[in-house]
């Protein structure tokens, strides 16, 4: 069965440092998003991405946040200088069809910011 | 701002008997609602959905009741099985609305299914 796969599942880095997280979404699907749960938090949109672009954006992406899809396969989340905050678990997703179809999520990449 | 709620945090229920899942939202434009299962150390998978022209949506042993009057929804599994227990989210779109194309989630409920 096609799966999102998320790479690293576990990143330990400074505070201040840029991190990448790395996503290969199901093939043929054309939506694209990330998504974080802080411990003990609900998980909560931050982007998404359709047609090489970002269709919308939370609060949360600030200018620190970036996402690209340099190759058609791959789909980052780069995160330019992380804080304390930003430690959490990232899962990317995708779907064929906008969030009206099943939405595949990753196993996800736990993030920790020292 | 919680605008999708799930006051339960936790649900203990007896193999066999059924679990009843409960959420609530605030936002009148949310036109699209779903169900999503989460175990430990993976991302959420997708259960159920239903749209808001519907009241009731049954996929096998699971079944999403929506209330839109009351802006509540509720999942039923009957027959729970061990295998059930997981952290359940409710997450609401306002997809159809045009305005949006995220998941708002609620913070989950963790059920037990008791053997």
């Known amino acids: 069965e096609p799966e999102v796969t998320q790479t690293p599942s576990h990143q330990v880095t400074q505070m201040g440092q840029e991190v990448i997280l790395r996503c290969v979404p199901i093939?043929?699907?054309?939506?694209f998003y990330w998504y974080r749960q802080i411990l003990g938090q609900k998980v909560e949109f931050l982007v998404s991405?359709?047609?090489?672009?970002?269709?919308?954006k939370s609060e949360i992406f600030d200018d620190q946040f970036s996402v690209e899809r340099p190759d058609g396969s791959n789909f980052t989340l780069k995160i330019r200088s992380t804080k304390l905050e930003d430690s959490a678990m990232y899962f990317c997703?995708?779907?064929?069809?906008?969030?009206?179809?099943?939405?595949?999520f990753g196993e996800g990449s736990r993030l920790t910011v020292l | 701002d919680q605008q999708v709620k799930q006051n339960s945090p936790s649900l203990s229920v007896q193999e066999g008997r059924i679990s009843i899942l409960n959420c609530d939202y605030t936002?009148?434009?949310?036109?699209?609602f779903l169900w999503y299962k989460k175990y430990p150390a993976e991302g959420p998978t997708f259960l159920i959905s239903?749209?808001?022209?519907?009241d009731k949506n049954e996929d096998g042993r699971f079944t999403v009741f929506l209330n839109k009057s009351a802006k509540h929804l509720s999942l039923h599994i009957v027959p729970s099985q061990p295998g059930d227990s997981a952290v359940y989210f409710c997450?609401?779109?306002?997809?159809?609305?045009?305005?949006?194309?995220?998941?708002?989630f609620g913070t989950g409920t963790l059920l037990a299914v008791q053997p």
């Open positions: 239903i749209s808001s022209i519907k």
């Open positions: 991405f359709y047609n090489n672009e970002i269709s919308e």
């Open positions: 997450a609401a779109s306002a997809f159809y609305g045009g305005a949006t194309n995220k998941l708002i």
């Open positions: 936002n009148s434009m949310f036109d699209y």
């Open positions: 093939s043929n699907h054309l939506y």
């Open positions: 997703a995708s779907t064929l069809t906008g969030p009206t179809g099943e939405l595949f």
